[in-house]
Structure formats: C-alpha cells, structure tokens
C-alpha cells in the first residue's frame, strides 16, 4: 500500500510538470493573453469561487514576487490530480515566470522579459540541508516546484473551505506544506518571499512524522529545451530579426535631404543601466558604430532631420509601413519587447548620420559578411548561450550582459566597436561555438539573410529567410 501511494503521487506530480511546461510552450498560441511570448506559467489557484475551482487566478502580487498556492488544474487542461494521501497539489511559481503581473514597462523595476536567458527564482535543497537539486548557479535555479501535501502532520488543519469540492480542503499553505529544520537551517516550504527578485528556498526533505511533503520542480531548461522544439519558434526569431532590420532600412527612407540621402541611425551602447525597458536602448551621442540595435534615436534624427519625431522610437509607428509594430499584431511587438537584448547592429562609414554623408555614395567604405558584399549595416540576433565555449557564454549578471562575447561569437564579437565602419562580419550554420544570424542592409536598403544551405546571402521574405 505504501508503494501504491507512492507511486500516485509520483504520478500526479509528473503529471503536473508535464501539463506546465505544455502551458508555457503553448502560452503564445493565444494571442488574448498577456505578453503572449513562449514561457510564461499560470497563477496558482488562491481560492474557489462558484464553478471555478482549480482556476489560476487572473493575477497574484506583485511584479517579479514570487507566489505559492493551490495548482490550477482545471486551466493546465487536468482533472484535480492528487497525491497518495488523495490531497491535490500546490505550485509555486517565481515571480520571473509568472504571467500577470509581468512583462516590459517604462519601469526599471517592475519590468522583466521573458526569453531563453530569464532565470527562476526557487532554490530547491536535499533532504541533508546542504546539497542543491536546483540553484547551484542563477541560471539553475528552479522556475517553478510542484508538491505533493502528503497527510497532515504537526497539527495541520484542512478544514475545507466553501466551492473546495473536488479538493476538499482549504487555501493555507501552511496546512498542507511543511518545516524542517536540517543542517541547522529552518526550512519551511509553505512560505515564500515577498520581496521582488528574491530568491525563496525550499526543501525536498526525508520523510518522517513532522516532515512528509514531496516535489518535483520545472527549470529554465525544462522550458526552453521543450520550446525549442517546435517547428515554428526558430522562424519567430528570423522574422522578429528581418523587422528589426527593415525597421533600420526604413529610416534611411525618411532623412530630410531626399531619397539620395540614405543615413542610418547610431548603435546602442553594449553595457546598459537595465536589459528590460525599451527605451534604454538609446543610440549614442559617442558615434558608436556598432552595439546593441537602438530603439530610441534621439541623437540621429535631428541630423538626419529624419521624418520620425518626438520620443523617437525607432519600433513604433511609421506612417504606411512595414515599420509600424504598433499597428501590427500585437504578438509581433511583444516578441520584440522580450528579445530585444539579443538584437546587435554595425553600420558602414559611408552611412553614418553625419553631415557629410547627405549625399550617400555607393560604398566607398562599408560593412561584408564572409568577405564579400557590400553592406550599408548589419543586425544579428544572438543565439542561445553556448556552454563550450572557453569561457563559457553568460548573462545572469548586468555585468555579464556588457560583455558582447557573451553573446556573439567569433568576428561579430571581435570586430566591435567597427572602428572603420569596414568590418568583415561572420555568418554560418550554427554549431556548438557559433549560433549568432545575421541579416543585411544593402546600399539600396534592402533586406537579406544569411542561408546557411545555400552559403548565401538571400533576399528577406523567403522560405530560407523569413
């Protein structure tokens, strides 16, 4: 019998972790939801109304705060999955992870996007006090953890409260979730913190008479390797890429002295004060050319008396054009607020926004990929960080993200800052040292990408360059 009991609730459990990382893959897939990027998770259930048990909640706390309750079932597509003891689970999800409260705002610190590189928030410590099973490092930490109650122990009271039919119980996790002291440390798994960006610690303790909770716990590569998958996600990136970039060709449409007159807009400093509001993502009044893509271009739009006005944003709406993001599809925008960060961009001499460039000339001076062509700018996505490299690729820190070898790889990282404005920048298939891609800005501002099947350049909006 105590296997059995066992085995059930080693059931649910899987059954719970399977059913969120199915949610966070799929969170996209209905654009009505907030931020509707791959990896978001519910609110737990943190209580029952009439009819709508195992329901997440709409919203819990407060931005980047991580929250502990009841697992929603009945949003995650499930019967009310119960462990050995027939008690239904509880979830904690962090704070990063969770989908409303979230997402990208004029505020520094209730913005957070969500991406391959967003860490969780839960530590999750064995049984002896001391060895981590999650959260050695940031970027291992759990993103969410899943109990088992067990039975009450300790004096627990359960009494149900109203609309708990198929759960039978109440919404005090200290009823369900127990404390353990180990290593002389306390350890209590019904609390979490309530401070932004704090790490909470639980424990996957031994089973005794005090102690009898079980988990299971969802990391950042539970997600994201299941993400990756899918057939579409890759083109999502390409597509979000190839915008950015026509976005940059457009506003050399629009400069004041005619269509002779092709300037394009500086680079973005590599090291920001913050990776998560748009707006940091300033051009520089230093003439950088090369960082990260700008959003906001409030230095070269006045020298190129450019048609794009007041905050200067160069991903909001333009008049008719492909450029307009705040007339697209929502998803469209969203995607950009999320993965920002990844976006790089070089521009050649010859289309620097000053002066002496009104008149554009056919490039004198300007950018190639792989030694060949003739490039007014680039724009590169970085590719997920690679472990094998030497050091290993990583952003957990602000410290980490300033450094543009933790993103790009080979001549896209060494040829910063593009002194000449004349860089040979790098494109091939991605492998285990190399993953960035690259897309082009030609001298008649059109858009290409790199297609790795081919080793060519080839023209945006094709099967090969989405």
């Given at each position: 019998?105590?296997?059995a009991?066992?085995?059930a609730?080693?059931?649910?459990?899987?059954?719970?972790?399977?059913?969120?990382?199915?949610?966070?893959?799929t969170?996209?897939?209905?654009?009505?939801?907030?931020?509707?990027?791959?990896?978001f998770?519910?609110?737990?259930?943190?209580a029952?109304?009439?009819?709508?048990?195992?329901?997440?909640?709409?919203?819990?706390?407060s931005a980047?705060?991580s929250?502990?309750g009841?697992?929603p079932?009945?949003?995650?597509?499930?019967?009310?999955?119960?462990?050995?003891?027939g008690?239904?689970?509880?979830?904690?999800?962090?704070?990063?992870?969770?989908n409303?409260?979230n997402?990208?705002?004029?505020?520094?610190?209730?913005?957070n996007?969500?991406?391959?590189?967003t860490?969780?928030?839960?530590?999750?410590?064995a049984?002896d006090?001391?060895?981590?099973?999650?959260?050695?490092?940031?970027?291992?930490?759990?993103?969410a953890?899943?109990?088992?109650?067990?039975?009450?122990?300790?004096?627990?009271d359960?009494?149900?409260?109203?609309?708990?039919?198929?759960c039978?119980?109440?919404?005090?996790?200290a009823?369900?979730?127990?404390?353990?002291?180990?290593?002389?440390?306390n350890?209590?798994n019904?609390?979490?913190?309530a401070?932004?960006?704090?790490?909470?610690?639980?424990?996957a303790?031994?089973?005794n008479?005090?102690?009898?909770?079980?988990?299971?716990y969802?990391t950042?590569a539970?997600?994201w390797?299941?993400?990756?998958k899918?057939?579409?996600?890759?083109?999502?990136?390409r597509?979000l890429?190839?915008?950015?970039a026509e976005?940059?060709?457009?506003?050399?449409?629009?400069?004041?002295?005619?269509?002779?007159?092709k300037?394009?807009p500086?680079?973005?400093?590599?090291?920001?004060?913050?990776?998560?509001?748009?707006?940091r993502?300033?051009?520089?009044?230093s003439?950088?050319?090369s960082?990260?893509l700008?959003?906001?271009?409030?230095v070269s739009?006045?020298?190129?008396?450019n048609?794009?006005?007041?905050?200067?944003?160069?991903?909001?709406?333009?008049?008719?054009?492909?450029?307009?993001?705040?007339l697209s599809p929502?998803?469209?925008?969203?995607?950009?607020?999320?993965?920002?960060?990844?976006?790089?961009?070089?521009?050649a001499?010859e289309?620097?926004p000053?002066?002496a460039?009104?008149l554009?000339?056919?490039c004198?001076t300007?950018?190639t990929?792989?030694?060949?062509g003739?490039?007014?700018a680039?724009?590169?996505?970085?590719g997920?960080k690679?472990s094998?490299?030497?050091?290993?690729?990583?952003?957990n820190?602000?410290?980490?993200?300033?450094?543009?070898?933790?993103?790009?790889?080979?001549?896209?990282?060494?040829?910063?800052?593009?002194?000449?404005?004349n860089?040979?920048?790098?494109?091939?298939a991605?492998?285990?040292?190399f993953n960035d891609?690259?897309?082009?800005?030609?001298?008649?501002?059109?858009?290409?990408?790199?297609?790795?099947?081919?080793?060519?350049?080839?023209?945006a909006?094709?099967?090969?360059c989405?």
């Amino acid at each position: 019998m105590a296997r059995a009991r066992a085995q059930a609730t080693a059931t649910a459990l899987a059954q719970a972790k399977e059913a969120l990382i199915a949610y966070a893959v799929t969170y996209a897939d209905d654009s009505s939801r907030a931020n509707p990027v791959p990896g978001f998770l519910p609110c737990p259930e943190l209580a029952a109304t009439s009819n709508n048990e195992g329901v997440a909640a709409s919203s819990c706390g407060s931005a980047l705060v991580s929250q502990l309750g009841r697992l929603p079932w009945r949003t995650l597509g499930l019967n009310a999955p119960k462990d050995g003891s027939g008690e239904c689970l509880w979830y904690a999800v962090s704070g990063t992870y969770k989908n409303n409260p979230n997402g990208v705002t004029t505020v520094a610190t209730t913005s957070n996007n969500m991406n391959w590189d967003t860490n969780g928030q839960f530590a999750v410590i064995a049984g002896d006090g001391v060895t981590y099973l999650a959260g050695a490092a940031a970027d291992k930490l759990a993103v969410a953890v899943i109990f088992a109650p067990g039975v009450p122990v300790g004096g627990q009271d359960r009494t149900p409260v109203a609309n708990s039919r198929a759960c039978a119980g109440n919404y005090s996790a200290a009823a369900y979730l127990d404390l353990v002291t180990a290593a002389g440390i306390n350890f209590n798994n019904s609390v979490v913190s309530a401070t932004a960006n704090a790490i909470t610690t639980f424990i996957a303790g031994d089973n005794n008479s005090s102690f009898n909770d079980r988990l299971v716990y969802i990391t950042r590569a539970d997600i994201w390797n299941a993400v990756k998958k899918r057939s579409d996600f890759q083109n999502k990136l390409r597509a979000l890429t190839r915008r950015a970039a026509e976005c940059v060709a457009m506003y050399g449409t629009y400069n004041g002295f005619g269509a002779s007159d092709k300037r394009l807009p500086w680079a973005s400093d590599v090291s920001l004060s913050n990776y998560v509001v748009n707006s940091r993502f300033r051009d520089n009044a230093s003439n950088l050319l090369s960082g990260r893509l700008p959003y906001r271009v409030s230095v070269s739009a006045p020298i190129t008396d450019n048609l794009i006005s007041s905050p200067y944003y160069l991903f909001a709406a333009w008049p008719g054009s492909y450029c307009s993001y705040s007339l697209s599809p929502v998803n469209e925008q969203v995607w950009y607020d999320h993965w920002k960060d990844h976006l790089f961009y070089a521009i050649a001499k010859e289309y620097r926004p000053v002066p002496a460039n009104k008149l554009t000339r056919a490039c004198g001076t300007c950018l190639t990929i792989n030694g060949a062509g003739s490039y007014a700018a680039v724009v590169i996505f970085a590719g997920e960080k690679l472990s094998g490299l030497s050091p290993p690729q990583s952003r957990n820190t602000t410290a980490e993200r300033a450094v543009i070898t933790n993103y790009l790889e080979g001549r896209n990282a060494s040829n910063d800052p593009n002194p000449g404005g004349n860089s040979d920048y790098q494109a091939a298939a991605a492998s285990g040292s190399f993953n960035d891609f690259v897309y082009a800005i030609d001298t008649s501002l059109t858009v290409s990408c790199y297609d790795a099947a081919s080793g060519t350049m080839m023209a945006a909006h094709t099967a090969a360059c989405p």
